[in-house]
């Protein structure tokens, strides 16, 4: 089975400070990895995926996140914070060796990132 | 930049009542996913699309949910007849192909369903 889990429902960063949003998976297999934002009123937006490689992708509007096997974990992060990042973030994962690359994705339920000025 | 329309953005109906959803997606894109998104919860996939043929609909409860694509361009999810449980945000994502690992799905900005 698969399953992701975001440990945090809210994570509240002063603007400037870095962030980390947290995301641990399960798979049988292994795994491949996503992060989605979604701002009020509007649809996901992905932000970046591991596949395979580096263990620290970097994706859009400035965050990154790192690949952690041993952990099973895919915390998302940013160096500095702005006050526009606030929004719900989701984690999503799918197992590599159950349906290949064109299977279903299963999501975290969300975590809402809140950046004070 | 192009983008996934859905409409309505907000629908009220009384349970046992019929609801239909309309999505059009990014033009050229052959992959077409409907999502249901409960409150406080992550996506779940309901139905696949690839052109007007449907790849997966295994999440799809087909005794009242029921989805076309009949020209392989826009969608329509129908829920007949909605029940309580339905209230939720459904969301249609469009992607050029099916293999999530190449090509990025574009959401759009959902319908909220509230069922009284």
């Known amino acids: 089975a698969q399953s992701v889990a975001q440990p945090e429902d809210q994570v509240n960063v002063a603007e400037g400070n870095p962030l980390t949003v947290k995301c641990t998976y399960s798979v049988s297999g292994n795994p491949y990895l996503f992060w989605y934002v979604q701002y009020p009123n509007r649809g996901l937006q992905f932000l970046l995926k591991?596949?395979?490689?580096?263990?620290l992708v970097k994706g859009s509007y400035g965050f990154e996140a790192e690949f952690n096997k041993s952990q099973t974990s895919f915390h998302l992060k940013k160096p500095s914070a702005l006050v526009s990042d606030s929004a719900l973030y989701f984690c999503a994962v799918r197992d590599r060796e159950y349906g290949g690359s064109q299977g279903n994705l299963i999501f975290g339920k969300g975590t809402k990132l809140s950046v004070k000025p | 930049e192009a983008e996934v329309a859905q409409s309505p953005r907000y629908k009220i109906t009384e349970k046992s009542q019929a609801v239909a959803f309309w999505c059009d997606p990014i033009?050229?894109?052959?992959?077409l996913y409907w999502y249901r998104q409960i409150l406080g919860q992550g996506p779940e996939l309901l139905v696949q699309f690839q052109d007007e043929s449907v790849v997966d609909d295994s999440q799809l409860p087909k005794d009242r949910f029921s989805a076309e694509r009949l020209k392989g361009v826009d969608s329509t999810l129908k829920i007949q007849p909605a029940e309580l449980g339905d209230s939720a945000m459904y969301l249609c994502?469009?992607?050029?192909?099916?293999?999530?690992?190449?090509?990025?799905?574009?959401f759009g900005p959902g319908t909220r369903l509230t069922v009284t």
């Open positions: 994502a469009s992607s050029f192909g099916a293999d999530r690992l190449r090509y990025e799905q574009y």
């Open positions: 591991y596949i395979t490689g580096d263990n």
């Open positions: 033009s050229g894109h052959a992959t």
